[in-house]
């Protein structure tokens, strides 16, 4: 199999363009050699997906099986990617998000539920994430009739995530001390890991497979007590954590998700964040490592030679994401111990 990745050199692109070279596939990435470097054994073309010109050098070096794109967030740019491909690859899989559908994460979302409604050729300022990733699908599927895939991730963990969730909280269970935990430990939580995103991704590639997939962790696959004991254990035990619920943190203007990556009070907005259907992915053969496991093996990339500074360097606006910081951290600590 060929397989062109649009990306490829970062969290889940560069766990596609690893699968594929275990598979024996032949991979070639597409990137502006921006983000991090190529990984070993693929070949690369360097280029922009906004230059037409880049784009049309880029097809000339087709054909492949299926294109997998990664990095597509702006449906008209997504569009001329689609437009310049259509000839050159059997099969378009694209990486949306559960996000395309506006009931989420309030009500419980599937295949069939209502998605935002967005052009094909909508530019940034048109509408929001979901709304703009809902028109990318739309772009892919006018573009590649019936050669669609489009895989609708929920919370992605992993490796090299540069969202930065999971490796916070390692970070800050690294340190010591006493940890704010939100939530309660017994909530249940639906997490993926990123490898095992591109494992089913490209099963259904070498399956000539079409459609939709919502793509998350079976149902209540961990426990807030779960994952950040196991980001306790990676880290060597150093913190106690001290389990806060929702009313306090929200009085004490904690951020939900942001400055406590993962948090979600259980609120009628977020009433069903950690109950997305992956029912057709798993009907389909998705299978999903134990989060455990996705907690050590990202630990074990953080903390090795230059991990933190891979994960903590500046990457596209997600430096801007806010986290707790630790005055904020001792002074919730200190009304807490007063309240009880």
């Not at 070096?61 to 259509?86: E, F, N, Q, R």
């Not at 559908?101 to 909508?122: I, K, M």
């Not at 019936?146 to 340190?175: F, K």
């Not at 109950?275 to 093996?297: E, H, I, K, T, Y």
């Amino acid at each position: 199999m060929r397989l062109l990745v649009i990306g490829g050199t970062v969290f889940l692109g560069q766990a596609f363009a690893a699968e594929a070279l275990s598979r024996g596939w032949e991979v070639t990435t597409f990137n502006r050699g921006r983000s991090a470097a190529d990984l070993p054994g693929v070949e690369t073309i360097r280029g922009d997906r906004e230059s037409d010109e880049d784009l049309a050098r880029l097809a000339e070096s087709g054909p492949w099986d299926a294109v997998v794109d990664v990095c597509g967030y702006v449906p008209s740019i997504v569009g001329a990617s689609v437009a310049a491909l259509a000839g050159a690859a059997s099969s378009y899989l694209f990486i949306s998000s559960v996000n395309a559908y506006p009931g989420f994460p309030a009500v419980t979302v599937d295949e069939d539920s209502p998605r935002h409604e967005c052009p094909a050729d909508a530019g940034r300022g048109d509408g929001d994430y979901g709304k703009l990733k809902a028109g990318c699908e739309n772009a892919v599927t006018d573009g590649f009739p019936g050669r669609a895939l489009i895989i609708q991730p929920g919370l992605i963990m992993g490796p090299g995530d540069r969202a930065r969730r999971t490796i916070w909280w390692l970070r800050r269970a690294s340190e010591g001390g006493r940890m704010v935990a939100p939530a309660a430990p017994e909530q249940q939580m639906q997490l993926i890991d990123a490898r095992d995103i591109a494992a089913f991704g490209l099963d259904r590639i070498a399956a000539e497979d079409s459609g939709s997939y919502i793509v998350t962790g079976p149902s209540g696959n961990a426990t807030w007590s779960e994952y950040l004991g196991a980001c306790l254990e990676a880290t060597g035990d150093k913190a106690e954590p001290v389990w806060m619920d929702d009313r306090f943190l929200l009085d004490h203007a904690v951020e939900p998700w942001s400055e406590l990556p993962l948090w979600a009070p259980r609120n009628e907005e977020m009433a069903e964040v950690w109950n997305v259907s992956s029912a057709r992915a798993l009907a389909a053969g998705l299978r999903c490592r134990p989060v455990v496991d996705s907690v050590r093996d990202t630990a074990d990339r953080l903390f090795a030679p230059g991990g933190l500074e891979e994960a903590f360097s500046e990457y596209r606006s997600m430096a801007a994401l806010p986290q707790l910081s630790p005055e904020k951290e001792r002074l919730l600590l200190t009304d807490w111990d007063a309240r009880s």
